[in-house]
Every structure is written in C-alpha cells, then in structure tokens.
C-alpha cells in the first residue's frame, strides 16, 4: 500500500474505526468496573450521549468550515454565551408584552441574529485587515467574553418558560431535539461543503490561497461567510441548550472553542486548511463525548478524562505527521 | 511579413521599482496563430513582462493594446476575461481537490442555490483531458498525480476559456518527452485556432522547435524580435548575453592543496542524480546552471539539510555521513545561503550577534555570555572584511546587501571552516558590492579555503571560478576549467545540448 493511501483510509475511517473500539472496550471494562449495573450501550444511554453530543457538536460544524477555508474562531465560546444571554434576557423582558408563546420566535431570532453578526464582525475583521484569525478571535474571545460581564455581572441570568421546556425535552421518533438539531445542521454544511461553490472554494482557498487567488476567487468574502455560519452555530448552540436549562451562568461555554477544535483535528480536518470534512467533525465529536461517557462509567474522574482526550489527540496528529512525510529528500526544517 | 493584426501587443512598457528599472521600453507584439518566443537570462525581465500583462503590476509607461484597443489589466481574473491565459510555471493548484475542480478553479459550473453542476464540470473536464491524452480523469485528486501531471493540469486550464492569446512560462521543465509531444500537440491546436502563444524557455531546442519568432530581453531591455528560422542558437545566445556585461575569467590561480571535499555518484530522489565533483584547497568551484538544475538542492545535502539516496561525500578523503547542519558545521562544512534576509540573517538583531551566532554555545563566562569575547570575534572579521557599520550595535536590517553578505560569511569564518559553500552571493546587491564580494571570494581561496560559488548569473561564474561545473536538470554536464569555458559552450552546457558539441 502506498504511504498516501494508507493515510487516507486513516483519515476517512480512522475516527469511526476509534468509536467502535471505544464501544467495544467500555462495554467490556464495564463489566468488570462500572460503578452501575446498567450496560454501557444501553439504547437511552446512547441517545442521551448523541444529546449531550450537540451543544460542541453544533459548534464544530462550523469550526470544520472555518479551519478548512484556513482559519480558526476562538471567540465560540463567548459567543455562546453572548446568545444564551440574548435568549435568557430578551424572554424575561418581553413575555410580559408579548405572551408565552409567541416571545419564543422572537428571542430566538435576537440571538441568532446577534450570534451571526459577531461572527461576520470577526470575519470582516479578518478580511479587512488582514490581521490573522487566531489573533482576531482571540480578541473578540476576550472582548465578547468581556460583554458577557457587562450585562448581570456576576449573577446568573435566568429565565425558564416551560413551553420551551418542554418543546426541548421532546422525542420525535426516538432522538431529542438537540440531537435532531445536530443532525440538520451536520446534513446542511454536508451539503454545503461538498456540493456548492462557496463550499469547494473554501477548500481551495484553505489548501493553496495564492492559487485560489490567481484563479480569482473573492478570498475575504468567502471567509466572512463561513465566520458568519461559525457565529449563527454558536448561537443556535446556546438556544438548543438553554432553551432547557434556562439558567446562563456568565462563565458558561468558556473552554468551549478548545473542545470544539479537539473534536474537528481528531475528526481528520487539517488545522492548516484545505482538507477535512464535517461527517469526520460528527465522528470527532462523538468519540470526545464517548470517552468522557465512558471513563465516567468505569469510574474515572474528569482530571483523568482530561489527560486521555489530550494524549489522544497529540497521538492521533503524530501519526498524522508520520503518514504524511514525503520521503527522504525532503528538507529537514 | 503579412498584415494580419496582432492579438497582443506591448508597447514602450516601463516598469519601475525602487532602484531599478525592472522593464525599460519593452515593445512587442504576437500575431494570431503564432508562437513567439521570449528569452533572456535570469533577472532579464521576463516574468516581470508577464506580471505586467496578467495585470499583476500596472506599468509605469506604455500600453498593452489587444485587437484595437489599449486595455488596463487590474487583475488575474480581468486578464483570463479578456482572453489572456497564464500557464504558471510554479504549479498553482490546491492539492486536495480533483482535477476538475483545479482546471476550473474560480470558475465553477452552477445550478440553483450556489450549487456546483458536478456533472457539467466533469463532462467538460473529461473532454479537455481527452485533448491532452493524459493517463488520470477528472475526478483522481491533484495531489495524488506526479508533478508532470500536475503541470499538464495547469496546462489544461489554457484549454477551459475562449483564449485570444496564452502564455505559458517553462511549461517543459518537469514534462519527460512523451508529454513534451502532448505539449507541442496542444500549442499546435491551439495555433490552428488563431491563438497567439507567448513561450518562454531557456531551452533552445524548444525553442528551434516551435516557435516562430523570437524576442530577446536583456537587463529589462528590449533586444530584438528574429524569425526563428533566420536565426540560429549562436546568435540568439549571443543577443541575450549581450556585449556589454563583464565576461572576463578569471586567470590567476592559486597554489591548490588537499583535496577538501569530494562528492561521488551523490543523488537525492527526483531533485539530482549521479552528481560527482571535488574542491580543493585554494580553489574556487563554480555551479552554474538554471534555476531547478539541482544546485541548491546539492548544497543543502552537504549542509546536512537533506538526505541523499545514493553517494558518497568525502571531506579530507575520509567519508562521512553528514546527518544535520550541526553536524556540517562541526565538520567545518559552511553555508551561505541563497535567501540572505530569510535564511541567512536574523534582521532584527545586531551585528555582533548574528555574526556569533553559531558559536554563542562556546562563548560563555561561567553562565553569562562573554560580551567581551562576542565583540572581539566582530571587530576582527569587521576589520578582515571590511564590513561597514556604524558599530555592533547596529540592526542588521539596516545595512546594505553588500554589507549584509559580508556579515554572513564574517559570521562562518568565525568557525574556521574547510568548505565555503555560497549560493547566489551576489542576489540583490548592487554593481559596486558585487565586486567587492568576488574579490573576497577569490581571496579566501587565495588563503586556503575551498570554496563552492553557486551562482545563476554568467559573469559571476566566470568572474571568480577556477573550474565550473555545469548542471542540467540534476546531472551534472560537464566540468570546465576556467581556460576552456566560453560563454557559448556554457550556456549549450546548461541547456542540455552539450553532448554532441563538447570539445
């Protein structure tokens, strides 16, 4: 087999071959460690798992598309907690005006629309100044976190309006609500990704900007589309979850954007661009919630969670980069 | 000469930048249906030429006139739209896509929504690598072909628009001959449509081959327009060196001792192959070739940068196997390198350390850096070298190219040495430096060095070598001593015709 090939079957199977093995690995530790007696892969454990999947998987998604076209958001997390905010507070002032029900399109909209508008600001920024992604977004990580602050202080911001409650902790043919959000959104940038032109000069401008440029792609606007679907995912993030919870603490969501890219590089996407794909993003994603789930069903605290997702990830870009040395004549820098 | 009118034409184009004139007055024209030719040596003008017409730089005077009317080309984009197509010699493909997506890139068949007509795309693309009998479809991933398909992909872009007039620069430099045939076959077509080709190469042959009519630049200056078939190799060397440049060799030799460094056999993949040579004390090997003949490429090998496949390397007739840059320096093997900004030099350092850098690790007193040993090292090699410098204290960023050399090889006499390799010596310094640089060169030969001067301009090879090696696309052609090279048995060298012609 050639060393190509073989790095590509790892890519586009490796994330999924990992889930089966976690499956099958804490099915069997199970047995012997698990703290219940209840099987690991019990039909409701797994549909709460896909559940507890979508708040990061809704995120990465968009953070695939950003990291293809060759930058990075690191302001998700913020912006996450900017829209819950929006939703939390916009409802708790204006069901008195306009009813139960009928404030929820509207909040909802309000944080969408808020969610879109910072990630397009970050977009423009990075457009128009030239100014690199990670420095931008890590400013507006700051700065959107900062306005987080400015609206309750310390204090968390609730709302719940049990018509939305419910609505959330609905099951339509088995599968919540947020899993079903996962779902479209997942199928949508699918779709995007690999069936539109905004989609495939993405990819060309993340693998090889200066061709895509010759070839007279519009790199900056295309960047501030994928900025503004990344700020819209971080929105409806926040509104599938909290429309639940109903309770935002301020310092909800931080840690969010390095989550999400754990989940996008061990999905396959290539943290340089030009390469990866959102069906490898959903198997990221799920395999991170797995290995959370099940070394918490093994007994397992959250310290020791940690390390094994990062150890895994470190192995998993070393073989990445041992598969993809091109032979040796290469330069040694 | 018939009245048919020109496709293309360039007319008293000048294009400055700062402290040179890149473009001085260049005026040409391509008939429908013609391949014309343009040459000249590296640094002549040709790629800015074409820069020019992609409308990469606006020119400072003239105007480009296509069919009747004079045009501003504000872009790559405006240029394709106007008919005008560029072949890149650097390849300019996004590897992860397919060939499809690549030939059409930017331009991609739509449906509704913004969605891609895959089927459309892959029809058309099919057909055009119909044309081009290549061996993949539309669909194989770019970055899974070879680096010749890859090119006969950039070629196929010519193929996807209503071209007026093509361009295609050193379209044949990774192509075997089989797919040169291709190549010539799709110029050929694209003839018989009434498209005007423009041809850069440096290979002569080719050149003979297929083209019609032949513009030679030189220095930015526009030398002449021959008909190919009134014309012969002899004289179009002869107009793109010129008569003007400095073509004197050197004469003086010095006493030769040892032999410092010997290469056998030495190959690195696809980049060079069969590459032997030796240097010895007190002499000054020249490398002269065209960009990508593998030069670079043998440098970086005895610098421990590359690893080669097949060989041997023998420093004072013992071999070695030299595994890293610290290992070459150790083994008193020195590299100035091509890029000195980018490779050579931490520009926002000063001058005394960049010079000691390789050998702070050495210069310490107890934990501290020994100032003291630092300055002196400098002022010694600032004295030997005649840097001029306000002080150690000055930025490197702010001296002149001249000077900036001089620190770099200041900077590699302080480890004492065997071998000096120096790659491009003179890039971007200007005419007083340069001599200035040779002289220095010729006179570390004089005190024992051997030295390896890898230079892409043909005065400068001749001006301070003792022999040159000449190379073509990784062999290495002939070996020259400094009293039988000649300009013309050079530069046939290099463009791989030497065979038949050797003395």
Not at chain 1, 245 to 274: F, H, K, M
């Amino acid at each position: 087999m050639q060393p190509g090939a073989l790095s590509k079957a790892l890519k586009g199977g490796a994330i999924w071959g990992f889930i089966v093995l976690q499956l099958i690995f804490f099915s069997i530790a199970g047995e012997f460690l698990a703290l219940s007696d209840k099987a690991f892969m019990d039909y409701e454990n797994m549909l709460l798992l896909l559940k507890q999947s979508a708040p990061i998987g809704i995120i990465a998604m968009g953070m695939t598309i950003v990291m293809v076209n060759g930058n990075i958001d690191l302001s998700v997390g913020a912006t996450f907690a900017i829209a819950a905010i929006i939703l939390l507070g916009s409802m708790d002032m204006l069901t008195g005006t306009l009813g139960d029900v009928m404030v929820i399109p509207v909040a909802w909209f309000l944080a969408l629309a808020v969610g879109t508008l910072l990630g397009a600001l970050n977009g423009l920024i990075v457009w128009k100044t030239g100014v690199d992604a990670f420095i931008v977004t890590l400013g507006a990580m700051l700065g959107y976190r900062g306005i987080v602050f400015m609206f309750n202080g310390e204090n968390p911001t609730s709302h719940l309006n049990w018509t939305l409650v419910d609505y959330a902790e609905a099951q339509f043919l088995g599968l919540h609500t947020a899993t079903w959000f996962l779902a479209g959104v997942t199928l949508v940038l699918w779709f995007v990704m690999t069936r539109t032109v905004h989609g495939r000069n993405a990819y060309a401008i993340g693998n090889n900007r200066e061709a895509a440029v010759n070839a007279g792609i519009r790199v900056g606007p295309h960047m501030m589309i994928n900025f503004a679907i990344i700020g819209f995912l971080a929105a409806l993030s926040a509104v599938v979850f909290y429309s639940e919870s109903g309770s935002v603490n301020p310092n909800d969501g931080q840690l969010y954007e390095l989550w999400v890219i754990t989940a996008v590089v061990l999905g396959g996407t290539r943290i340089t661009g030009g390469a990866g794909s959102v069906i490898g993003t959903l198997g990221g994603v799920i395999a991170i919630q797995l290995l959370r789930k099940g070394l918490g069903h093994i007994g397992a605290d959250t310290s020791t969670v940690n390390l094994v997702i990062g150890l895994i990830l470190i192995a998993v870009l070393f073989l990445d980069r041992q598969l993809n040395v091109k032979g040796k004549e290469e330069l040694k820098i | 000469m018939t009245d048919v009118k020109p496709v293309l034409r360039l007319e008293g184009i000048v294009k400055t930048f700062p402290g040179v004139r890149a473009l001085d007055g260049l005026s040409f024209d391509v008939l429908p249906g013609e391949v014309h030719a343009l040459m000249g040596e590296n640094g002549a003008g040709k790629s800015t030429s074409m820069k020019v017409l992609g409308g990469i730089y606006q020119p400072d005077e003239g105007a480009i006139i296509m069919g009747d009317e004079q045009v501003v080309m504000n872009g790559p984009l405006e240029a394709k739209a106007k008919g005008i197509v560029f072949i890149h010699q650097e390849l300019s493909l996004a590897e992860e896509l397919s060939v499809a997506e690549n030939i059409y890139l930017g331009e991609l068949p739509r449906k509704s929504f913004g969605r891609v007509d895959w089927a459309l795309l892959y029809e058309r693309t099919d057909a055009i690598l119909k044309k081009l009998k290549v061996g993949f479809n539309a669909r194989t991933r770019v970055g899974d072909l070879s680096i010749a398909n890859q090119q006969m992909v950039e070629i196929a872009r010519a193929l996807t628009v209503d071209a007026k007039a093509v361009i295609f620069d050193e379209p044949t430099a990774s192509l075997t001959d089989a797919e040169k045939v291709v190549l010539f076959d799709v110029i050929a077509d694209l003839q018989a449509e009434g498209v005007g080709i423009i041809y850069i190469s440096h290979r002569m042959e080719e050149i003979f081959k297929i083209t019609d009519r032949i513009t030679v630049l030189r220095d930015g200056q526009y030398v002449g327009t021959v008909e190919t078939k009134n014309t012969d190799e002899e004289r179009v060397t002869q107009m793109m060196i010129g008569r003007k440049l400095d073509l004197s060799r050197n004469v003086s030799h010095h006493e030769l001792g040892n032999v410092a460094l010997e290469v056998r056999g030495l190959s690195c993949g696809k980049l060079y192959s069969d590459v032997s040579f030796e240097v010895r004390r007190g002499e000054v090997l020249g490398f002269y070739g065209l960009v990508g003949a593998g030069r670079t490429e043998i440098a970086e090998t005895l610098f421990g940068l590359r690893e080669p496949s097949a060989g041997q390397i023998l420093l004072d007739g013992e071999e070695v196997r030299i595994s890293s840059p610290a290992d070459a320096i150790a083994r008193g093997i020195s590299l100035v390198p091509e890029d000195r900004k980018g490779q050579g030099l931490v520009l926002g350092m000063n001058c005394r350390d960049n010079m000691t850098l390789p050998q702070v690790d050495d210069l310490k007193a107890g934990p501290f850096m020994a100032e003291g040993a630092e300055v002196a090292i400098f002022d010694q090699y600032r004295d030997k070298l005649d840097i001029r410098t306000p002080g150690w204290k000055q930025r490197v960023g702010n001296l002149s190219g001249g000077n900036q050399q001089k620190i770099v090889i200041g900077k590699w006499l302080s480890m004492h040495p065997n071998v000096l390799i120096v790659d491009e010596p003179t890039r971007g310094i200007d005419v007083g430096s340069k001599s200035e640089i040779h002289k220095l060169l010729r006179g570390l030969a004089a005190q024992g060095y051997a030295v390896i001067v890898i230079s892409s301009e043909m005065p400068e090879v001749l001006h301070v070598s003792d022999r040159i090696v000449a190379m073509y696309s990784g062999r290495v052609m002939r070996t020259f001593t400094s009293e039988e090279v000649t300009e013309d048995n050079l530069i046939q060298a290099i463009s791989g015709l030497t065979d038949d012609r050797a003395a």
